[in-house]
């Protein structure tokens, strides 16, 4: 059944207050109702192609059918759908406009068939268009108070991932309240997804498109930076922005050094025209500026020595480079690049792994992780894997790595041996991981669209 090429309509459609009701029975409804969902699937689109027929692959028949929708705050809407005919459909009333989390389960007699879900926003006095995937089972004052929603369905290229239905320019992660950000530098908008499930929350509108982004360390805002030099805060709670600080040049990267101090890049080409400076954004003050010869990227700050590391740019040979930042005072103590120039291959990403003991570079080199000078960045070794993204998971002791060998996989290292623990098969072109204290979260870009993937530590006996 996975290789069938399988299409059908689901329609769900926001009706008045006043519409029909339809469909099951006691349902659980959100406060202050504002429309009506009507979901009606067209079953005789469950047929299989006719290079299937021709070979005996038959659809299973559809006896039952349900659709939850969930949304935080609110309490879960189930509703089994009535099958006429070849129709399945329901009613479903009292929906507040917002992201929604509807998944829709289809059963042959007992057995789960087939499964999809989408986040749908509901938007008041409009139609919006999206789509579900199905895998094979294993408080608005606008007098316009209703809208609709379009669906259509198919078969999942890739079970058991998610396609992201946006733009992706720029994942960030919310470590303190277990979001991820995903930035569309497009269409200007922040999609907020809970990291464990990956289930669209809400959006997010900066007032522009920024050069660069950040979250606080404290969590639960979004630090915006512009050409202008103006640096912003975004809460993620209520989307309200508010000025932080003028920078005084166009702001390429954040750094956040601590929940007060940022460290502020702006690199433009080789000179000593590269400047970086740090802001209490407390007071909104520049604290310290420095210039530096070097334009650097992929900055990363170990949280435990309190280094920001980064690689220089579009130079021969390459480095890897140190910027000390107290994060008290937000002095700017330090800016130099290793002994090296060139000895070694780094490349992009770099990462903080090992309880902050090493820095690792995306050629898999490792080096030393010391706030002392004389210690820091020095060579230590090779992790074995050129890799796209590593995460320390430094609780269970554990590298999660998307290496970029000829076979790319999720691999499992074990920190104090460096030996690969287990391997897992991922779709095309991994992207992205991040983790959490329960969850592996991978990202993909098989074709034109990212797909995530959630996996469980548990499931991979990792816990």
């Known amino acids: 059944m996975k290789k069938l090429s399988l299409f059908f ?81 329901t009613t479903i009333t009292g929906l507040e406009q917002g992201y929604w989390h509807v998944a829709v389960s289809l059963y042959s007699d007992q057995s789960l068939t087939y499964d999809g879900s989408v986040d749908v926003n509901v938007v008041a006095g409009a139609t919006v268009a999206a789509d579900v995937l199905f895998d094979p089972s294993s408080g608005v004052t606008t007098p316009v108070t209703t809208g609709s929603v379009a669906l259509t369905a198919g078969f999942n290229k890739y ?18 309240n277990g979001k991820l950000y995903i930035f569309d530098s497009s269409a200007g908008v922040i999609g907020v997804y809970n990291a464990d499930t990956m289930v669209r929350e809400k959006d997010l509108t900066p007032p522009a498109t920024p050069q660069a982004l950040a979250v606080d360390p404290a969590g639960g805002s979004i630090l915006l930076g512009y050409s202008t030099g103006r640096i912003y805060r975004l809460q993620v709670a209520d ?59 992929s900055f990363t700050l170990d949280p435990v020595t309190g280094v920001t590391y980064a690689l220089d740019s579009g130079l021969s040979p390459a480095d890897i480079h140190r910027i000390v930042v107290n994060p008290q005072t937000g002095s700017i103590d330090a800016i130099s690049d290793s002994r090296y120039h060139g000895d070694y291959y780094f490349g992009s990403p770099i990462r903080a792994i090992n309880k902050g003991s090493r820095i690792v570079t995306g050629s898999g080199n490792m080096f030393i992780s010391s706030p002392l000078a004389s210690e820091d960045i020095t060579y230590a070794g090779n992790i074995g894997h050129p890799f796209v993204d590593l995460a320390s998971d430094d609780t269970l002791g554990y590298l999660y790595m998307l290496n970029s060998d000829n076979v790319m996989k999720l691999l499992v290292i074990d920190q104090s041996s460096l030996f690969t623990s287990l391997t897992l098969d991922l779709i095309a072109n991994p992207k992205q991981l991040f983790i959490t204290p329960s969850s592996i979260i991978v990202f993909a870009k098989p074709d034109s669209d990212y797909y995530v993937k959630v996996i469980s530590k548990t499931s991979l006996g990792l816990q």
Do not use: H
């Open 9 to 89: 309509v689901l329609f769900l459609m926001l009706v008045g207050l006043n519409g029909c009701g339809g469909g099951g029975g006691g349902v659980a409804v959100p406060q202050n109702p504002t429309g009506t969902i009507k979901v009606q699937l067209d079953l005789l689109s469950l047929a299989p192609p006719t290079a299937a027929r021709a070979l005996a692959v038959t659809a299973p028949t559809i006896t039952s059918a349900s659709v939850v929708l969930t949304r935080t705050g609110y309490s879960d809407i189930t509703q089994d759908l009535t099958i006429v005919g070849n129709v399945a459909s």
């Open 159 to 176: 079970p058991g991932y998610t396609k992201i239905r946006q733009f992706v320019s720029t994942i960030l992660q919310d470590k303190v």
């Open 239 to 297: 989307g309200s922005v508010s000025l932080l600080a003028d920078a005084l040049m166009s702001v390429t990267a954040l750094v956040p050094v601590s929940s007060n101090i940022l460290l502020v890049c702006n690199d433009t080409n080789w000179g000593p025209t590269n400047t970086y400076v740090s802001i209490n954004l407390s007071n909104g003050q520049i604290v310290s500026s420095k210039t530096d010869w070097y334009p650097l990227n």
